[in-house]
């Protein structure tokens, strides 16, 4: 059990931006295709945050050409080299799966004025 907590201290980033889900997030991952590497933007709402330690994930959804995309961003990923919030969202859920099933101005989130 000693090495184990152990493990997850050294790993985990410190400098973690807060954010909460209904924020608008732009997240730059490292992307490797061979023996390159670039650095992609991915742009949407957050619409869940798992808070597990090292294990900590959250998902981003966006539109892309009329077509819902999800991903799902382990928080403390070397891979992960910059996020930042583009816009604050006011939700009363933490979990905002209902914006699957909506579409257009329907699918919009209040802004948080705070």
């Given at each position: 059990?000693?090495?184990l907590?152990?493990?997850t201290?050294?790993l985990m980033?410190?400098?973690?931006?807060?954010?909460?889900?209904?924020?608008t997030l732009?997240?730059?991952?490292?992307?490797?295709?061979?023996?390159?590497?670039?650095?992609?933007?991915?742009?949407g709402?957050c619409?869940?945050?798992?808070?597990?330690g090292?294990?900590?994930t959250?998902?981003?959804?966006?539109?892309?050409?009329?077509i819902?995309?999800?991903?799902?961003?382990?928080?403390?990923s070397p891979l992960?080299?910059?996020?930042?919030v583009?816009n604050?969202?006011?939700?009363?859920?933490s979990?905002?799966?209902?914006?699957?099933?909506?579409?257009?101005?329907a699918?919009r989130i209040?802004?948080?004025?705070?």
């Amino acid at each position: 059990m000693d090495r184990l907590s152990a493990i997850t201290s050294d790993l985990m980033k410190k400098d973690m931006v807060n954010f909460k889900p209904g924020d608008t997030l732009k997240v730059h991952s490292l992307i490797k295709e061979g023996d390159k590497q670039r650095i992609q933007a991915f742009q949407g709402v957050c619409i869940a945050k798992k808070n597990a330690g090292i294990s900590s994930t959250f998902t981003v959804r966006k539109i892309s050409s009329g077509i819902g995309v999800e991903r799902i961003f382990p928080s403390h990923s070397p891979l992960i080299s910059k996020i930042e919030v583009i816009n604050k969202g006011k939700v009363r859920r933490s979990k905002i799966y209902y914006l699957k099933k909506l579409f257009g101005k329907a699918a919009r989130i209040k802004r948080d004025e705070q």
